[in-house]
Each structure stands twice: as C-alpha cells, then as structure tokens.
C-alpha cells in the first residue's frame, strides 16, 4: 500500500491550498479515507474524515473551511483548505487501513504564515 501525499506549501493567512492524496495497492473505492496533521509540540490531530459513501466529518477547528472529497476513479484523495490560518500549520498526513493494518502517507508541509 502507498498513499503519496502532494500540495503543501508556504500561504499567507486567509489563503488557500489543496492536498491530493494518490493511493495504490488498496480497494480504493471501498475505503474510509482521513486526513490528520501534526503541529510542532502537539499530538496528532484527525483533521477529515470521507467514508466509502462519501459521508464526511471534520474537526471543530477545520469545520466550514476545510473540504474532503475522494475521485475514486483517480483513486485520489483531496482536501480543500480555504481561509488557512497560522494555527493550520503542521504536517498532513492522509491515512487509511485496510485488513486491520492502518498505512500512512509520508506527510506535506504546510505552513501559513500570519
């Protein structure tokens, strides 16, 4: 399994980015995707959360300003960050497991400068 992460960078407050996340050697269609990021001095946070069915869950602190969706036919995750705010910046990181072991993406930096 490999979920290849692409799309952070370096914004300014109020900006945007989107993350892509390409995944291979899983059932794409059939699996839950998440998005988590982590922030220098603190714990790994679940940022979204798109079932196979396309249900959707964020965080409080992402709620109306970040967006996931997946192209099941691109077998790519995505996520939409609009309004980014200083406190955005850590490392995302896209995850999903399959047969009881989770996998992880190798994380995109994405910093939003104030």
């Known amino acids: 399994v490999q979920l290849q992460a692409s799309g952070g960078g370096l914004v300014q407050a109020g900006g945007s980015l989107r993350l892509s996340c390409k995944a291979s050697?899983?059932?794409?269609?059939?699996?839950?995707m998440n998005w988590y990021r982590r922030s220098p001095g603190k714990e790994r946070e679940l940022v979204s959360s798109i079932s196979a069915g396309g249900a959707t869950q964020y965080a409080d602190s992402v709620k109306d300003r970040f967006t996931i969706s997946r192209d099941n036919a691109r077998r790519t995750l995505y996520l939409q960050m609009n309004s980014l705010r200083p406190e955005d910046t850590a490392v995302y990181y896209c995850?999903?497991?399959?047969?009881?072991?989770?996998?992880w993406g190798q994380g995109t930096q994405v910093t939003v400068s104030s």
């Open positions: 995850y999903t497991s399959s047969r009881e072991r989770g996998f």
């Open positions: 050697g899983i059932n794409f269609s059939i699996s839950s």
